[in-house]
């Protein structure tokens, strides 16, 4: 079965959690895609909910099919958000930041009472770390943030003419390992100019994970099936 099959059935699984009433969070990329896409169905069927879109594009999608968006900078709790990852690991720890929307994500997940994470089986790994992780940064300090995660071991490098929707620059830090990625985090996170990465360790509550048709769930502190 393709990827994109994957994507779709887990997004599916994902999408049916939501009930009607609920305000939920739509994250950003390829399979936060599917997710909107499913989201919109059920709304059509005659599910009654609003949304919070993580980036301007999945906003677009959202209120394309027909989805109430509404602006996240009036919102102090969500029900449940939904998003992709680039790793997930059995920890439930995740690198997310690939769509560059990282900063909005993680800020929406904090609010969510649950966060649920959808990917395609080549998105599980063993432990996270293989996948470039993503830090947000203020253009005013681009050159000494580069410096300092620099010498946190990694190799940086700025995406090319890109600006995320909050007008800041997107720096790609490549890890030799990750072998404590609290520690990482911290570390991060007490840089000033750095506004924000792609580790996710204590936000994602479960994860869909869809691998050959096959959808496994991934639940913190539960049964997993």
């Known amino acids: 079965m393709a990827a994109d099959d994957d994507k779709r059935l887990a997004a599916e699984a994902a999408v049916a959690e939501v009930r009607d009433g609920m305000l939920v969070g739509l994250g950003t990329g390829t399979t936060a895609a599917y997710a909107v896409t499913a989201l919109a169905r059920r709304v ?25 968006v509404r602006d996240f900078a009036d919102i102090a709790a969500l029900d449940l ?81 890109y600006v995320t929707d909050n007008g800041n620059l997107i720096a790609d830090c490549r890890f030799p390992a990750m072998p404590d990625p609290r520690a990482l985090a911290a570390e991060i996170a007490a840089i000033p100019g750095a506004l924000g990465h792609g580790l996710f360790l204590d936000e994602v509550d479960a994860a869909y994970i869809a691998a050959d048709g096959v959808v496994t769930r991934l639940e913190r502190g539960g049964p997993s099936d």
């Open 44 to 68: 059509a069927a005659g599910l009654k909910v609003e949304t919070v879109a993580t980036s301007e594009a999945t906003a677009a999608a959202a209120r394309a099919g027909g989805l109430v």
């Open 81 to 161: 958000a939904i998003d992709g990852a680039d790793e997930i690991d059995p920890r439930l720890y995740a690198i997310k930041g690939a769509g560059g929307a990282m900063l909005r994500e993680k800020t929406v997940a904090a609010a969510s009472r649950r966060m649920v994470v959808i990917a395609d089986g080549s998105k599980r790994v063993a432990a996270i770390g293989a996948v470039k992780l993503p830090v947000e940064v203020l253009p005013f300090a681009r050159t000494s943030v580069v410096a300092a995660l620099a010498r946190l071991g990694a190799a940086v490098t700025v995406r090319d003419g």
